[in-house]
């Protein structure tokens, strides 16, 4: 795994506007100190990196949040689409129509 990844995914979400530049030092220096504390991996830390960019479409700027954004956003994720209209996740135990 390389870090270019990383770097990959935080150039795009500049670029497209999904994330600020507030969020992507706030989730360098969560990812730097999971690295130091908990020795978390290179792979590990891309995918922290692009889970959290990721969560940004359905959350405010994170230097921003309350817990009712995280609650509020929590429910978007469980309740969101993706861009061909079927829902981004499906929960394993409930029946699908």
Do not use: C, Q
């Not at 990844?5 to 994330?19: H, N, Q």
């Not at 891309?46 to 954004?69: H, Q, V």
């Amino acid at each position: 795994m390389k870090a270019v990844y990383m770097d990959r995914s935080i150039e795009k979400a500049l670029a497209k506007g999904v994330a600020t530049k507030k969020d992507i030092s706030l989730i360098n220096k969560f990812v730097n100190e999971r690295r130091a504390a908990a020795g978390i991996s290179l792979s590990r830390s891309n995918k922290i990196t692009y889970t959290l960019i990721g969560w940004r479409r359905f959350m405010p700027s994170y230097p921003d949040l309350t817990i009712g954004d995280v609650y509020a956003g929590i429910e978007a994720m469980n309740n969101g689409l993706n861009s061909k209209g079927t829902p981004l996740f499906v929960h394993p135990f409930l029946p699908h129509v």
